[in-house]
């Protein structure tokens, strides 16, 4: 198990810019594929971006391709997701996640360790 704590949300106009930070704790960091998703009112939650354990792939919405940016740094145990060109679509609440279920690309799936949330508003 891994716990996760997210920071960095607030409120930004369009065009702003943020960086969402995940702080992991718990045991083996490293050998967890990592996912940050969102959730808007009324909607489903979606994988906006995801990093493999060992940060050699990541994988984007195509939504957020070319404006966000995944990264981690297993020395930290942080996960960071820099987003950019803020749209008010991206506004919702960003989750922080994490599997020890992973692709052959090291990429993860059913996530099953979960922050509580960071709200990203992006007003008008």
């Known amino acids: 198990q891994v716990q996760l704590v997210e920071s960095g949300g607030g409120l930004v106009q369009a065009g702003g810019s943020l960086r969402l930070s995940c702080a992991a704790s718990?045991?083996?960091?490293?050998?967890?594929?990592m996912g940050w998703f969102r959730q808007a009112p009324g909607k489903e939650r979606e994988l906006v971006a995801a990093?493999?354990?060992?940060?050699?792939?990541?994988h984007y919405a195509d939504s957020v391709k070319g404006r966000f940016t995944i990264s981690r740094d297993n020395a930290k145990k942080a996960v960071y997701l820099q987003m950019g060109n803020l749209k008010p679509e991206d506004t919702a609440v960003y989750y922080c996640?994490?599997?020890?279920?992973?692709?052959?690309?090291?990429?993860?799936?059913?996530?099953?360790?979960w922050g509580q949330g960071t709200q990203v508003t992006v007003s008008s």
């Open positions: 990093v493999s354990w060992d940060a050699t792939n990541t």
């Open positions: 718990g045991r083996a960091f490293s050998t967890y594929a």
């Open positions: 996640a994490a599997t020890d279920h992973m692709d052959y690309e090291g990429l993860g799936y059913e996530y099953d360790n």
